[in-house]
């Protein structure tokens, strides 16, 4: 039982009202995998440069994370993502970005890593996404994320690869730029002919929405009083989402509810402190806890 993200590893420098952090252990793989880790095997495939700090490879070794396909460049540097958070901290600013090793990517796993059944594509080029799904034997559950960049830059490619992904992920914003459609179901229709028959919308505060052929599910957000630094919880939501699924096994409506939930309760506590500081400490004592009280909020 495990699951096989690829994504970024990344060096962060985040300012929100509550503080300035400066690189920090950020990517989207890396938020992906603190969530999925509660529930599965996670192998982390992704580069770094050669100022990578070696406190986080210990780091993510410590928290179980399968290393063996992370690319350790002895020339460039990491990815580095700079951005800030104003008013509702609902958006995020960028401020600067620097690809570094990342601009020359191309992933690597083992033949073990290769029969691994259950794929999270993180925001990423959707060519090097489709190289790693090439190489895959023979997964059973795909999902896709991406972004506005990637929309705009290389739609054909996201197109192409929609058609080979079960679940496609994305924010509002995002939705409504490829599927070009305001409303969200009206999106959601249109992403579904593009090949994916599982569509997940993200709505930050507002919570989910999920849609497929045979049902539609809308989840509020959790009811968060405390938001530092609302990077990852994107990621952190698909680590929760993915990490269940994989656990379970089998992909019903039952179990793809309880996924919705479990990714919405790790979002609610990525957002409380900076980076990696709330969720590298997330139990599933925690998950639990807080889904108990979503229950009596929600009614679900």
């Excluded at 680590?239 to 089998?250: D, E, H, S």
């Amino acid at each position: 039982m495990s699951i096989l993200v690829l994504g970024t590893v990344a060096l962060d420098n985040v300012r929100t009202p509550h503080g300035v952090r400066k690189k920090i252990l950020g990517g989207s793989a890396v938020h992906f995998s603190m969530a999925a880790r509660l529930f599965t095997r996670v192998n982390l495939v992704a580069i770094v440069g050669r100022d990578f700090p070696e406190r986080h490879i210990e780091f993510l070794e410590a928290k179980g994370i399968n290393l063996s396909a992370l690319i350790r460049e002895a020339s460039g540097k990491t990815f580095q993502w700079s951005g800030e958070y104003r008013g509702d901290l609902n958006t995020a600013i960028t401020l600067n970005t620097e690809l570094g090793v990342l601009s020359t990517f191309k992933p690597k796993i083992s033949e073990e890593q290769k029969r691994i059944e259950h794929v999270f594509l993180a925001n990423l080029d959707p060519d090097i996404q489709r190289h790693l799904l090439g190489h895959m034997r023979s997964p059973k559950l795909i999902a896709l994320d991406s972004m506005n960049y990637w929309i705009n830059n290389k739609r054909k490619s996201l197109l192409r690869l929609l058609k080979q992904v079960h679940i496609y992920v994305a924010n509002d914003q995002e939705a409504r730029s490829l599927s070009q459609e305001h409303n969200l179901i009206q999106a959601a229709k249109r992403l579904r002919s593009f090949g994916p028959r599982m569509i997940l919308i993200k709505k930050g505060e507002h919570g989910v929405l999920f849609y497929s052929d045979k049902f539609v599910f809308s989840l509020p957000g959790y009811p968060a009083e405390k938001v530092i630094d609302p990077t990852g919880a994107g990621d952190t939501f698909a680590g929760g989402f993915m990490g269940y699924l994989a656990k379970a096994k089998i992909i019903n409506m039952q179990n793809i509810r309880k996924a919705l939930v479990l990714g919405t309760i790790a979002a609610s506590f990525n957002i409380e402190d900076f980076g990696l500081n709330r969720t590298a400490r997330l139990t599933l004592k925690d998950l639990n806890k807080r889904m108990a009280h979503f229950k009596k909020c929600t009614l679900f």
